[in-house]
Every structure is written in structure tokens, then in C-alpha cells.
């Protein structure tokens, strides 16, 4: 496993505080194409409740709300929360640690953890809290990034030197047999890996138009189709909550273990 920390985390600053100065200078957001499909992948029907951990500036909460979910939206950042509380859709937002989720044990159909895990201080925890809160047939959808992505990592380091940084306070990479292993250990089943290879099929309009815009995307989006499992860019777990074992387990690419 790789880390990589910023200056703020070495100066003292609070993880809290250091995305609350993120996010007066930038947004953390994708297409809206790709959130909607995140939402297929893990089906909840309308009606059901969906937690977006560490959700940023929410805007997949907002879509899933749209679609007649109970969408919640938790992030530690107050000022990520602004953007998202401030449309009018029925969603519901808390400003709260993923590794702490306010929410009682089994409460929760369906959880989202998209790239966030990998940023928290203690991910295996994140992970616990996860398989807490969500009801005993409840599932997972949790995207972490791969260390060795083909035309991610690999394809950066070739031109540059340097594995790929977002910026964030902590950012982390690892292989796709780690991260399962992290989530297994944190009372997780994994019920299928999909690959992400930063191309999503356009689901809307402005999205269509925006792809029309880059044919390159199509090319990139070819490639990431036979690109291999292991080797793709990020890793989607779709999970359910299984037995959290008690045991002491030493893993040795999770310094946390």
C-alpha cells in the first residue's frame, strides 16, 4: 500500500479542517452520468434508505433523492455539506466521521463509500462502521482507487515519474486483493468486483453532449473494457455485511492490521 500525505496533516490541522479549506477552492465532483450509474449498480428501490458516506459535495445524494430514495448524505466537511444543502431536493445531510457514523447498528439498506475510504485515518474502521449500519440484507457499493491501474498509476508514473496525487489531505492506493482483504476483515461479503476505468456510459443529455465533445473518451473507455480486473483504474466492491471476526489477523500490506 502506498500514502501519501499533505503538508496540513504534518503541520497539525485537523483532517476536518483541511477539507473545509478544500472545499472554499474546489469542488469534489463527478459527472452526474456516473453517480446514476453507481446507483444501478447497487439497485435501491424507491422508498429505501441510502447513506452516502463521506459524500462530499453530495451530489449523488441529491440524484438518488430524485429518484424517490431516502437518500442521507454524511461528510466531515461542513463546508462540502453547503453545496448539497443548499438545493432543494428531500434529502437529508449530517456533518459527521465516517469512522463514527451517527447512525444506529442495522439501520440502513443501502451504503455508498465512493473513493472516500482510502482518505479516512483509519480505513479499516471505516469499514466496521459500515458493515454496523447497514440492516442484515442491506448492501455496500464502496469504490477504492488501484495502485497498479493501467491507464491510471501506470500510465502517470510512465509519463511523469510519480504516482497520481488528488490533493486531498491523505490519499491512498493499493492492489484490488488488498482492499478486499480490508473490507473482509471489517465484517464485509464481497459479492462482486466491477472495474472503473474513468469512462462511464453518458446517461444524460448535458453528459452526451460533453462526451460528443472528447471522442477520446471513447477510445479510453474501449481500452478500460478489456483491460484486466487487476489492472483496472479503480475497484467498485458491491458487499454485504457479514461475521466480523474477533481474532487477530495480520495482513502486511495494511499497516493498520
Given at each position: 500500500m502506498l500514502e501519501i500525505r499533505h503538508r496540513a496533516l504534518h503541520d497539525g490541522q485537523s483532517i476536518q479542517d483541511a477539507y473545509d479549506d478544500l472545499f472554499q477552492t474546489r469542488d469534489l465532483l463527478m459527472r452526474d452520468s456516473f453517480y446514476l450509474w453507481l446507483i444501478e449498480l447497487l439497485g435501491p428501490p424507491p422508498g429505501s434508505t441510502l447513506l452516502d458516506v463521506a459524500c462530499g459535495n453530495g451530489r449523488l445524494v441529491e440524484l438518488a433523492a430524485e429518484q424517490g430514495i431516502r437518500a442521507m448524505g454524511v461528510d466531515l466537511s461542513f463546508e462540502g455539506l453547503l453545496h448539497g444543502s443548499a438545493d432543494a431536493s428531500p434529502a437529508q445531510w449530517i456533518v459527521?466521521?465516517?469512522?463514527?457514523?451517527?447512525?444506529?447498528?442495522?439501520?440502513?439498506?443501502?451504503?455508498?463509500?465512493?473513493?472516500?475510504?482510502?482518505?479516512?485515518?483509519?480505513?479499516?474502521?471505516?469499514?466496521?462502521?459500515?458493515?454496523?449500519?447497514?440492516?442484515?440484507?442491506?448492501?455496500?457499493?464502496?469504490?477504492?482507487?488501484?495502485?497498479?491501474?493501467?491507464?491510471?498509476?501506470?500510465?502517470?508514473?510512465?509519463?511523469?515519474?510519480?504516482?497520481?496525487?488528488d490533493e486531498q489531505p491523505r490519499q491512498r492506493y493499493a492492489t484490488r486483493a488488498t482492499w478486499q482483504t480490508m473490507l473482509e476483515m471489517g465484517g464485509l461479503l464481497i459479492d462482486e468486483v466491477v472495474p472503473w476505468g474513468e469512462v462511464t456510459r453518458p446517461r444524460t443529455t448535458s453528459d452526451w453532449i460533453w462526451s460528443a465533445l472528447r471522442p477520446q473518451k471513447a477510445l479510453r473507455g474501449a481500452v478500460a473494457a478489456i483491460t484486466p480486473l487487476n489492472l483496472a483504474n479503480h475497484f467498485i466492491f458491491l458487499a454485504r455485511p457479514g461475521r466480523v471476526s474477533t481474532a487477530p489477523v495480520y495482513y502486511p500490506m495494511l499497516s493498520w492490521s
Open positions: 459527521g466521521d465516517g469512522q463514527i457514523i451517527p447512525f444506529p447498528a442495522g439501520s440502513v439498506d443501502f451504503v455508498m463509500s465512493i473513493g472516500s475510504l482510502e482518505h479516512y485515518d483509519n480505513p479499516l474502521q471505516g469499514v466496521r462502521e459500515i458493515a454496523r449500519v447497514l440492516k442484515p440484507h442491506g448492501r455496500a457499493c464502496i469504490l477504492l482507487p488501484n495502485m497498479f491501474g493501467l491507464m491510471g498509476n501506470i500510465r502517470y508514473v510512465r509519463r511523469t515519474g510519480e504516482v497520481f496525487d
